[in-house]
């Protein structure tokens, strides 16, 4: 089942500019984390935020985390034409499923150059 | 090393088949995870292996499908007598085992089931 929801689901921007993804989510975590999707296969791990943070960096990624809102949200900052792609947030629950991520459904993002 | 391997990358078959796909872990990985992703569904969980033991199935969709994880390394999803809803992307991952860490995924298998 779906644990979150991206906020908006397809973004276009213009490359140099930034674009902002935000996710929701309805449970406990123990950690979050960021996924980004080339044409529909693999996945690859961008940044993950524990439970106990409240912002962390990356390069040009800057992800912050509520804990009282339920919500998540992905900054890239100076978007390139290699960011498009679909970025995907994921939970994993704080207790006994620890180990298994639950997936939101997607933000289509478009870097046109 | 390498990263995690899956195949084959991409699989057509009739419905009422049965398939089996392969996941190569990275090495020293003792988590391994199948997830699958569907336009209906989005990205679902399916199996969660901790060494050769499946501590959690309870994501797989029905009594077809059954996995196994062999030497603590390599697993393979087998799913009888295909349906047309079981056509997905199947994703394997895998991660060190601490819980709550990141997991590595492979480029994933294209079912497709005519």
């Known amino acids: 089942s779906q644990q979150g929801e991206e906020d908006p689901q397809a973004l276009s921007i213009q490359e140099g500019e930034n674009a902002t993804m935000n996710c929701s989510y309805k449970?406990?975590?123990?950690?979050l984390q960021w996924y980004r999707q080339n044409s529909g296969r693999g996945l690859v791990h961008l940044i993950l935020i524990r439970s106990n943070e409240r912002e962390k960096h990356s390069g040009r990624l800057r992800v912050t985390l509520d804990t009282s809102k339920k919500s998540s949200s992905l900054l890239i900052t100076a978007s390139r034409a290699a960011d498009t792609a679909s970025y995907f947030c994921?939970?994993?629950?704080?207790?006994?499923?620890?180990?298994?991520?639950?997936f939101g459904k997607g933000t289509l993002l478009t870097v046109n150059p | 090393g390498a990263g995690v391997s899956q195949s084959p990358s991409n699989k057509v078959t009739e419905k009422g088949k049965d398939v089996e796909l392969r996941c190569d872990p990275i090495s020293g990985h003792t988590a391994l995870y199948w997830y699958r992703q569907s336009l209906g569904q989005g990205l679902e969980f399916l199996i969660y292996f901790q060494g050769n033991s499946a501590p959690d199935k309870s994501g797989l969709p029905s009594d077809r499908f059954s996995a196994e994880r062999t030497g603590g390394s390599v697993s393979t999803l087998t799913i009888q007598r295909t349906q047309q809803e079981d056509s997905a992307v199947y994703l394997c991952?895998?991660?060190?085992?601490?819980?709550?860490?990141?997991?590595?995924f492979g480029p994933g298998t294209r079912l497709t089931v005519l």
């Open positions: 994921a939970t994993m629950d704080s207790g006994g499923s620890n180990y298994k991520l639950t």
């Open positions: 449970t406990s975590i123990n950690n």
């Open positions: 991952a895998s991660s060190l085992g601490r819980r709550g860490g990141e997991q590595f």
